[in-house]
């Protein structure tokens, strides 16, 4: 339950950012969902939603609390 409590408290900002997978390969990453991100990808976060790009087209969308806890963020 702690993590949970944290996971809702750590939304991102709006804004750009690099986000990189948490998992080690691509495997990994398509059994969890993340295969359109794998292994990094621009993100961009408004209104609580994170959209994800590669080379400037939408490839995946999610909640920003679910991008916060999932992937390992920068700002772009």
Same mark, same amino acid.
């Given at each position: ?30 059994? +969890? @969902? ?6 990094? /990808? *621009?993100?961009?976060? &408004? ?7 590669? +080379? @400037? ?6 909640? /920003? *609390?679910?991008?916060? &806890? ?7």
């Amino acid at each position: 339950m702690e993590n949970l409590a944290k996971m809702a408290r750590e939304v991102l900002a709006d804004g750009e950012y690099w986000a990189t997978c948490r998992e080690r390969n691509e495997i990994s990453a398509a059994l +969890n @969902g993340h295969s359109a991100v794998f292994p990094q /990808a *621009r993100m961009t976060v &408004a209104k609580g939603r994170a959209v994800f790009y590669r +080379n @400037g087209e939408e490839v995946w969308t999610c909640n /920003a *609390r679910y991008a916060a &806890a999932n992937f390992n963020m920068q700002k772009a």
